[in-house]
Nanobody, 127 residues
Framework: EVQLVESGGGFVQDGGSLRLSCAASGFASNNYVITWFRQAPGKRREAVSCISSSDDEYRYYSDFAKGRFTISDDNAKKIVYLDMNNLKPEDTAVYSC???????????????????WGVGTLVTVSS
C-alpha cells in the first residue's frame, strides 16, 4: 500500500523558513511524480511545486513559489523536500503531497490527477 507522510510543518514568523518532507513508501520502483499542494482555510487546494524522478532538470513551481521555494528529492530514500524561504502570512495553509507512482512527467501527472495523498502538515506564518 502506497503511503505518503508529510512532516516539517510548524509555526514561523514572517520572513522565516521551513523544510517540509514527504516520505513515500509501499512501492518498489524509484519512479514517481510527487507534487506539493496547499490549502488555506476557505480556499481551494492549489499546487505548489512538483518533481519527477525521471526528469533531473524540470521542476514545476507555482508563481507564488518561484524564487522562494525549492523542491528536491532523495530518490533512494523516496523522500521529497520542499524548502520554503521568506515565508509570508499568506503562505499559512495545510501542505500535503500527492503522488503518481510511475515513470511520467509533472504535466502529465497534473492532467491525470494524483493517485495517492498524504494527510498534510500545517504551516502557520505569523505577521
Amino acid at each position: 500500500e502506497v503511503q505518503l507522510v508529510e512532516s516539517g510543518g510548524g509555526f514561523v514568523q514572517d520572513g522565516g523558513s521551513l523544510r517540509l518532507s514527504c516520505a513515500a513508501s509501499g512501492f518498489a520502483s524509484n519512479n514517481y511524480v510527487i507534487t506539493w499542494f496547499r490549502q488555506a482555510p476557505g480556499k481551494r487546494r492549489e499546487a505548489v511545486s512538483c518533481i519527477s524522478s525521471s526528469d533531473d532538470e524540470y521542476r514545476y513551481y507555482s508563481d507564488f513559489a518561484k524564487g522562494r521555494f525549492t523542491i528536491s528529492d532523495d530518490n533512494a530514500k523516496k523522500i521529497v523536500y520542499l524548502d520554503m524561504n521568506n515565508l509570508k502570512p499568506e503562505d499559512t495553509a495545510v501542505y500535503s503531497c500527492g503522488a503518481v507512482i510511475e515513470r511520467t512527467t509533472c504535466m502529465l501527472a497534473f492532467y491525470s490527477g494524483m493517485k495517492y495523498w498524504g494527510v498534510g502538515t500545517l504551516v502557520t506564518v505569523s505577521s
